[in-house]
């Protein structure tokens, strides 16, 4: 049944308009209405996914090849004043801050855990910003307004420029200095440093690599295997996949991607499971894993799964109060497995659907989780489009273990906390963490 009419979303801050001739979907919060995407009645059909059909009581979509239910509710109308995807930008500083103040206000969820007073960071940005702001002046004020949050989630994009609210400045000019990353982790131009330096570090020079450099892989040992993965998307083998420096913005295209990504996983994980067969342990090594899709993350864990198991639930703010809550399982790839110990690495590096992944992991009996506690961004990145043309992003969405922990800001913690990032000598200190598992790995009977 084709979705038609008028909705709006609980959480998230978006409306969706849908009729015959295709849809639209806006950001909403106060008084704003800005239009951010727009597409066919096929655009849609590639995109989404009608979990609950649409009917008087509601309807649920999800992204297609993706994990969330988006629940909508009807309305009768759009507001009055919508911003459209071809009119011109409303440059007007004031409006600027008031979308971007009521856009945190309504759908962060986060603030208490942070120790922000948003209200108060918010109003004393208003005694500043006046309609003679300049564009440099604005990005510094709404820039100043999120630092604060120190959430990696959270990010501001405008005039050729990116700003995060920064939490692991030190870290990140550490491994620039000594591996020449100067991207994020994820990036393109990023996998290639990052998988030499392990080759070198951690392979003594041999190394196998798929999925765009995101998969390096071999054998430490005759019955120790090593898998690190950089990142959880652009890893089909097509030009947009090697290109992708983050997720597609639009739903279609964010599809299209996940659903090549998830088909390029399995035939990847076979190889590197073949490859590491004569393995009887084996060390997982996502300790400057990127982030990507939360299903790869699900897929690659389910490699190591002996049976279904709760690895997470999660919900995302809705006012003061959350929407309905869902849960995420492992369970046993019909296709090859690991069956033996696996040692998973992690750092403050380990970062979003990295997080995730690293929970998944965490929630299998098998696994051992050694180095430090992941950043601790899990939540979705939910971005807002500003009047004036600028792209911000919130963190929305709560995360929980099965034991109902919310990591979010202190990370996944590990079993065996270990340093992973030290100044001083850094690959020997990247080291540690691999050294610790070779000895539990030992310590289990199996010859390393």
């Not at 004393?124 to 002046?137: I, K, P, Q």
């Not at 090594?285 to 198991?309: E, H, P, T, V, Y």
């Not at 995730?356 to 051992?368: E, G, K, Q, V, Y």
């Not at 950043?375 to 109902?404: C, M, Q, V």
């Amino acid at each position: 049944m084709p979705v038609r009419g008028i909705w709006k979303s609980r959480g998230y801050g978006w409306l969706l308009s849908a009729d015959s001739a295709g849809y639209a979907l806006y950001d909403h919060a106060g008084d704003h209405c800005i239009e951010f995407e727009r597409g066919s009645v096929n655009d849609f059909e590639r995109g989404f996914e009608a979990v609950q059909p649409q009917s008087q009581d509601g309807l649920v979509l999800r992204v297609r090849n993706d994990i969330t239910n988006y629940h909508f509710q009807p309305v009768d109308a759009l507001p009055e004043v919508s911003l459209a995807l071809d009119q011109p930008r409303q440059r007007d500083p004031v409006s600027v801050l008031d979308f971007f103040g009521r856009a945190f206000a309504q759908d962060y969820a986060f603030f208490a855990l942070r120790g922000v007073d948003w209200e108060e960071l918010w109003a004393e940005a208003g005694t500043r910003v006046t309609g003679s702001t300049s564009e440099e002046a604005l990005f510094e004020e709404l820039h100043r307004l999120i630092a604060p949050l120190r959430d990696n989630h959270v990010m501001l994009s405008g005039m050729n420029r990116i700003v995060r609210s920064e939490n692991v400045a030190d870290i990140k000019a550490l491994i620039a200095r000594e591996i020449g990353v100067t991207k994020t982790s994820a990036h393109p131009d990023s996998l290639g440093k990052i998988g030499g330096f392990l080759t070198q570090t951690v392979l003594g020079g041999e190394a196998k690599t798929a999925g765009n450099g995101a998969f390096v892989w071999n054998m430490l040992t005759p019955s120790v295997g090593y898998l690190a993965v950089l990142r959880l998307f652009g890893i089909s083998d097509s030009d947009d996949a090697r290109c992708a420096d983050d997720l597609p913005h639009a739903r279609a295209d964010h599809a299209t991607l996940a659903g090549a990504d998830i088909a390029a996983l399995e035939q990847i994980m076979d190889r590197v499971l073949a490859d590491l067969g004569e393995a009887r342990a084996l060390i997982l090594d996502i300790r400057m894993n990127g982030g990507g899709f939360d299903r790869i993350g699900m897929s690659i864990a389910g490699r190591f799964a002996d049976k279904k198991r709760l690895a997470f639930s999660k919900q995302a703010r809705d006012g003061d109060g959350v929407t309905p809550k869902q849960d995420f399982h492992t369970e046993p790839s019909p296709r090859r497995t690991f069956d033996g110990p696996v040692y998973v690495l992690t750092s403050a590096r380990t970062a979003s659907a990295g997080d995730i992944l690293a929970l998944c992991m965490r929630a299998i009996p098998s696994s051992t989780l050694v180095g430090g506690p992941t950043a601790g961004i899990l939540s979705d990145n939910l971005r807002k489009h500003l009047p004036n043309g600028w792209l911000t992003s919130i963190s929305n969405e709560f995360y929980y273990s099965p034991a109902g922990d919310v990591f979010e800001g202190r990370g996944v913690p590990v079993d065996l906390e270990t340093p992973v990032f030290v100044g001083e000598d850094f690959a020997a200190g990247y080291r540690v963490a691999l050294d610790k598992a070779m000895e539990l790995a030992a310590s289990q009977s199996i010859t390393v």
